[in-house]
C-alpha cells in the first residue's frame, strides 16, 4: 500500500514538474513575447559561479527588432536548467523570444528555444508537423518569424508563413 502511494505521489510530483517545463510551439513563442529581436552577445555572466549550469545573464547589441521596443544594449536572464536537462547560449548572434518577469527583466519565454544561434549554417527550428529540427537556415528562421508576427500568431500557419489551404 505505501508503494502505491508513493508512486502516485512521485507521479503528481512528475507532471506537475514537466507542466511547468513544455516546449511551446512557434506561434506561442511568436505571441508571449513581448520582444523578438536578432541580437549579437557579447557576454555571459554566471548567476552563481559555484554551480556548473548555473543561470545567465546575457548582455548583447540588437540589430534588429522583429517584435516590441529596445535598442542599443540589452540585458537578459537565461535559465539554463530545469528538471530534466540543462543546456548552453554561446556568444554570438542570435534570434531571441523574450518577456518581462515580475521583476521587470527580460526572460527567455521558450527554455532554450527562446535564444536560436544564427551563426552556423543551420539552426534547430519548428517544422511543419510542430517537430524542433537543426535544419532551416537561420534566414528562414527570421523569415518564418517575420511572418508569424505580421499575420496573426494565432492563425494556423505552415513553416514559409503561409496560411494552409483547406
Not at 24 to 53: C, F, P
Not at 89 to 112: A, C, D, M, P, Q
Request: hydrophobic share 40%; charged share 20%; with cysteine.
Amino acid at each position: 500500500m505505501k508503494r502505491k502511494f508513493c508512486i502516485l505521489g512521485l507521479l503528481v510530483v512528475c507532471s506537475t514538474a514537466l507542466a511547468d517545463i513544455a516546449i511551446i510551439g512557434k506561434k506561442e513563442m511568436a505571441s508571449q513575447s513581448t520582444l523578438i529581436a536578432i541580437v549579437d552577445i557579447q557576454d555571459l555572466i554566471s548567476t552563481d559561479k559555484t554551480k556548473l549550469h548555473s543561470d545567465l545573464i546575457a548582455t548583447g547589441n540588437i540589430s534588429q527588432v522583429l517584435k516590441g521596443n529596445a535598442k542599443g544594449e540589452i540585458n537578459f536572464h537565461i535559465a539554463r536548467s530545469f528538471p530534466c536537462a540543462t543546456f548552453d547560449v554561446s556568444t554570438g548572434r542570435h534570434i531571441v523570444f523574450l518577456k518581462k518577469n515580475e521583476k521587470n527583466e527580460y526572460v527567455g519565454v521558450n527554455w532554450y528555444m527562446s535564444y536560436l544561434y544564427l551563426a552556423d549554417k543551420t539552426v534547430k527550428w519548428f517544422d511543419d508537423e510542430g517537430n524542433i529540427v537543426e535544419s532551416f537556415t537561420p534566414e528562414q528562421v527570421v523569415s518564418a518569424t517575420e511572418a508569424l508576427i505580421k499575420n496573426n500568431p494565432n492563425q494556423g500557419m505552415d513553416f514559409t508563413g503561409k496560411t494552409p489551404v483547406d
